[in-house]
Each structure stands twice: as C-alpha cells, then as structure tokens.
C-alpha cells in the first residue's frame, strides 16, 4: 500500500484538471442542497461530491482535491492484495499488488478528481467478501463451522456493493455479476444451498433498499435519458478498442483527452501480463468457486459495456476500472504458480517492467494545459480587451483557472456568433480568440478554427500551451479591412 500511495501522490498536482475535474471542483463548492441537486440533474449520485467537499476550496488546489483519490486508490490496491492472497497465497497477493499499484492506468486514475478509484474499493470490498465465502464454502472443513462465521464476509459484500452502486451508475453491473458468482457458490454448494439462498435474499433487500431511493431521485431530478449523455464517446472500431485494451489491462498509459495511447519502453510487458493472468485462470480450475468469482468480476463490465454498446456507445477506459483488480489477481496467482525458484526473478521482472512503463506517465502531458493558457492571459490582457473561447467549456474551464490567476471575467465570452467578436473588435481593438480541449468528444480542428478568424488578418501572436490549447491575439491596427473579405461567418455553426 506504501508503495501505491507513493506512486499516486508523486506529482499529484503537476498535471491539470481537466474538464470533468473543474466540475467536480465547482460542485464540491455549491451548498450542499445545490450539490445534492446538480450532482442529482447530472445523472449521478451526490456521494463522493459531498465526501470531496470537505477536501476542496474554492479556488482550484489540484493537489488537495485530486488527494482523496489518491487515498481510495492506494486502498484498493490494499484490497486487490488481499483478494489475491485469500485465494491462493501471499505471494499471488504480492505480485497482483505490485501490478496494480504501478500501473499508468490505475495511477492516472488514482490521480483524477473523480469517483472511479472510490468505485473500486467499495467494488473491491465487496469482490474480498464474496472470495471469503466462495473459498469457505469451497474448503470441506468449513462445512463444519457455524454460519455466523461468514457474517464479516457477507457484511464486506453487502456494504461494498451499496457503496459502489450509490456512487456511480457504471458501477450497476457488479451488482449483476455479483448475483452470478453468487449463484455458481449457491449451485456448487448443495449442502448450504438453504443457508446462502437465505442470506443472499437478504443482502440483496438490504442493497436495494438502500439504492431504489436515489434512483427514484435521479430519475425525477435528471435532465434526460442517462444513456443520453454519452454522446461525446467515439464509435467503436479496432483501433479504439485496441487502445482501451492497451489502457486498461497492457501499462500503456493514455492521453486522457483523445485515448490515443502514449509509447512506453516494454511493450511486451502487458503481454506478459496476460499470458500470467490466463495462466492463473487455469491453475484456479481447480476451484470453479473462487474461479467463478473472480473470472465474472474480470470480464462483467467489458461485456455489459459491449453489449450496450450494441445500441449505444459508451466504451471508455475508466468504466473498464474495476475490472482491472480481477485481472491482475488472476495475473498474481498464475505468477505464484511458477516453480518456487523462479518466483523471485519473477517478481524482480514483474517489479521493473511494471515501473518502466509507469515512469513515462509522470512526463507525458495526459491533460490539456488550460492553467498555462490562464495564467498567460492574466498577464497579457489589458482592461476593455475581449476574450473569446471556442466554445461554452473552453469558457467554463478557463474561467476556472482565471479565478487562480486573477483574470478578469468581464472580457470572457463564448463566440456565438459574428456580430459577437467584430463589434467589439472594432470599439475595443484588443481581442484574443483561445482554442482547446476540455474533454472528450468532437471538437472543430485546430486548423480549421485558424482558418475561420483569419478574416481579422494576421495575429499579432499564437501561443501554443501543450498539445490542445492555443491562444491567438489580434490587434485592431493590424487587422485585415473586413469590409474587404466578403466574409459573412468568423465561425461554423
């Protein structure tokens, strides 16, 4: 755990937020009905906004808001460790640990002012319990012992997925994949089959009871249809689905903003990830409990999520999160099942590969450099100049940062349309028009976005921060007589 702590709080702050991350700064500033409210309209559950609230303030801090998420993280690598270990031994707990602390995607993630690292520990708690009971049912000494001695592991289950499931709604099919383990435990276990059906029917009224009311709510408060809000995700082709796999599974890490993934100097790695993970399946056929158990918690949300996307899109690596702890625990024990001496050159490989791969995320810009751009403007923009973003999150971001930096909102607005930018161009003279990336999604290209303001002539400057944001300056004395260009639209529509 250390070791994924220190991972996760080494440059916390040096990346910066990005869009979903500047809504969660601002929520986590609302009164708390307003939170409960907007977190509600939004299509998601006000819990990890509310928890976050006491962390944040309401000026960006990225290393205090992104610290809670941190701390999840590095839990559930906690959690991940002792699943692995429960089901074969310290040394399947050490190597899945090792896997999950030092990989780029649970990092970014465990680096991100959002709910997903907190979804993987309740996911997690819950997975451990349903391990403990599948691994003392399975044993036939425990057929001797009494039933209250499975009552923590039904508890870690039952808290675990309530937990889960009143955070994010993507977290929905553990819920699913938890009844089909379950049920593989209560059909493998003849002789209990009473007893587990008795107290399953229990835990799962307890989760709902505890769930039902915050759908009702949602679904009373919300501004559409939640499948609706997935709109900006890209269509699924062999690329895409290459690139979440390399994300999620193979230490490849990603730029957060258009999932391409980002080069790492062991490639093979991931492969051999793999080829440990399909081993440790077929070491636990042994045990078709725990190996239904752990095998539907690696693939439930893959499936759920293509089988969705059948009719809607909505495959993105981080609803892959909790999918990637099964899957290194199946990696664990396949490297425990290696013979005894090659186990520690194993690890050893296991440690360095996974490190080399990790190592180039802390360099690579993974988010759009939105604070450069923001702090630039302060400095730059005089009193009456207008500022122009190229669309309504661009402004919502750069005012965001503009809050740190002390830059004036009066002057930034979101082009609409012509009249916007040439009237005050023409009475004001300075105008700067700022381009960029806030989140996923199709965005004009940058060259087209030049090309359109052309029409004001040259710029007296373009300033480039990072890979996605870009700021141009143009001054009235420089500018091309628009009377001259015919032009009628600075922008597409």
């Not at 409210?37 to 990225?62: G, H, M, W």
């Not at 310290?90 to 690292?117: D, H, K, N, T």
């Not at 199946?330 to 050159?345: H, N, Q, S, W, Y």
Request: charged share 15%; hydrophobic share 50%; glycine share 6%.
């Amino acid at each position: 755990m250390a070791t994924a702590l220190a991972a996760r709080l080494h440059g916390l702050s040096d990346k910066p937020l990005w869009l979903d991350e500047i809504i969660t700064q601002r929520r986590a500033n609302l009164p708390i009905s307003n939170l409960i409210e907007n977190s509600l309209y939004n299509k998601q559950f006000p819990t990890y906004f509310i928890f976050v609230r006491a962390f944040d303030a309401p000026i960006i801090n990225e290393w205090t808001l992104r610290l809670p998420s941190a701390i999840f993280s590095a839990i559930a690598v906690l959690l991940v460790t002792l699943i692995a270990t429960e089901i074969q031994s310290r040394r399947a707990g050490v190597i899945a640990g090792v896997l999950m602390a030092l990989s780029p995607f649970e990092v970014q993630l465990g680096q991100e002012a959002r709910s997903y690292s907190l979804v993987s520990c309740f996911v997690f708690l819950a997975l451990w319990g349903l391990v403990r009971i599948a691994k003392q049912l399975s044993s036939e000494a425990s057929l001797s012992r009494p039933p209250n001695r499975l009552l923590g592991s039904w508890a870690a289950y039952t808290i675990g997925t309530i937990g889960a499931i009143n955070v994010l709604l993507v977290a929905a099919p553990w819920l699913l994949a938890s009844n089909l383990a379950m049920a593989a435990i209560i059909w493998r276990s003849r002789s209990k089959q009473r007893e587990l059906a008795r107290n399953w029917i229990i835990a799962q009224a307890i989760i709902l009871l505890t769930w039902l009311p915050g759908l009702v709510a949602m679904y009373l408060v919300a501004d559409q249809d939640p499948l609706r809000g997935f709109h900006w995700l890209p269509l699924i082709t062999l690329k895409y689905l290459w690139a979440v796999i390399s994300d999620v599974y193979l230490f490849r890490p990603s730029d957060i903003i258009t999932f391409e993934p980002l080069p790492t100097p062991f490639f093979g790695f991931g492969a051999a990830v793999v080829a440990l993970a399909l081993l440790g399946a077929w070491r636990l056929r042994a045990n078709p409990m725990l190996l239904s158990v752990i095998g539907i918690a690696v693939i439930a949300m893959p499936i759920t999520i293509t089988v969705v996307s059948i009719v809607h899109a909505m495959l993105v690596p981080r609803y892959l999160i909790w999918s990637a702890g099964p899957f290194f625990v199946l990696a664990g024990v396949g490297t425990a099942a290696l013979p005894r001496k090659l186990f520690p050159l194993a690890a050893i490989a296991i440690a360095v590969g996974a490190m080399l791969n990790l190592a180039p995320y802390y360099r690579y810009e993974t988010k759009p450099r939105w604070d450069l751009a923001a702090a630039y403007l302060a400095s730059n923009v005089q009193p009456g100049d207008s500022i122009f973003t190229n669309d309504d999150m661009a402004h919502y971001v750069l005012g965001a940062y503009g809050d740190r930096y002390h830059l004036d909102r009066k002057g930034l607005n979101t082009v609409f349309n012509t009249s916007d930018v040439t009237s005050r161009y023409a009475q004001e003279g300075q105008v700067w028009i700022v381009y960029g990336r806030t989140g996923q999604g199709s965005v004009d290209s940058e060259e087209t976005f030049v090309k359109n303001w052309s029409v004001l002539g040259a710029p007296v400057s373009k300033k480039r921060f990072g890979q996605h944001v870009i700021v141009l300056h143009f001054d009235k004395n420089s500018k091309t007589d628009l009377e001259k260009t015919g032009a009628n639209n600075i922008l597409d529509p």
